[in-house]
């Protein structure tokens, strides 16, 4: 008999290093990684070119048939939309807070949940998001709230940027942040908030590979003791 599949959810604030953290975690645990900010980023982008970010109607009308695809290409996640590859183009500052904007309509979440799940579906997975232990996964075998401080989640972004070629001063990095964490929160679909369950952790003074050795570890005595029940 083969084992249960498992699930780990990460979730937290822009810039905590969800994503780095969960893809290192998911190539040690052998697993696939789901990074789901990337799918509201690319509806997000969609949005912005019709102009009509903040049009709720327009963005629940236009949620039911945009044709969005998350493809896996040489184990990389990628986004399109129809045949165009925005893996790129999603991570455009502009489009940060268009994603945040659109991800609070509830049209919108009930359609990224549902393809979330069912990419996720029979597979061990990490996922990370802003719902994930709340919502899309709510029997994961582990939730991480992964947190840091706002300046150090905006120091972060900077290098981030920077590297990508994309460079952002460190205040307007810092306010659009704190702007979008403050959306995030205080949306009335699936606001982001620790799960009852998570185990907390604060990465504001662990490095990269120390955060994610304390993540692994939690992971492996969640998923063993899963396995014992
Ligand atoms: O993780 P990110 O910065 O790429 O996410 C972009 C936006 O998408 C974020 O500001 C809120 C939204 N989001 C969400 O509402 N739920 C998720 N599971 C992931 C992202």
Do not use: W
């Not at 579906?121 to 582990?142: C, H, S, W, Y």
């Not at 001063?169 to 606001?191: G, N």
């Not at 955060?211 to 992971?219: F, I, Y």
């Amino acid at each position: 008999m083969s084992a249960k599949p498992f699930s780990i959810a990460i979730d937290g604030p822009a810039g905590a290093g969800k994503s780095t953290m969960a893809k290192a975690l998911a190539k040690q645990l052998d697993a696939m990684y789901l990074d789901t900010g990337a799918m509201y980023r690319a509806f997000g982008l969609h949005m912005l070119r019709r102009d009509a970010v903040n049009n709720p109607a327009a963005v629940a009308k236009c949620v039911e048939d945009v044709d969005i695809a998350v493809r896996f290409i040489d184990g990389a996640q990628h986004l399109f939309l129809g045949d165009e590859d925005v893996t790129r183009a999603i991570r455009e500052p502009e489009v940060s807070m268009a994603a945040s904007t659109v991800s609070a309509v509830p049209e919108v979440r009930e359609r990224m949940v549902a393809l979330q799940r069912k990419i996720a579906e029979g597979q061990n997975v990490v996922m990370d998001g802003r719902d994930i232990g709340t919502k899309v996964l709510p029997n994961a075998t582990l939730k991480i709230y992964l947190t840091a401080s706002a300046e150090e989640r905006a120091r972060r972004r900077c290098n981030e940027l920077a590297e990508k070629g994309m460079p952002e001063p460190y205040e307007q990095v810092l306010q659009d942040m704190i702007r979008r964490d403050y959306q995030d929160t205080h949306r009335a679909a699936s606001p982001l908030q620790p799960a009852e369950d998570s185990v907390h952790v604060d990465s504001s003074h662990l490095t990269i590979d120390e955060t994610v050795a304390l993540m692994k570890e939690l992971a492996l005595k969640a998923i063993s003791s899963a396995a014992d029940r």
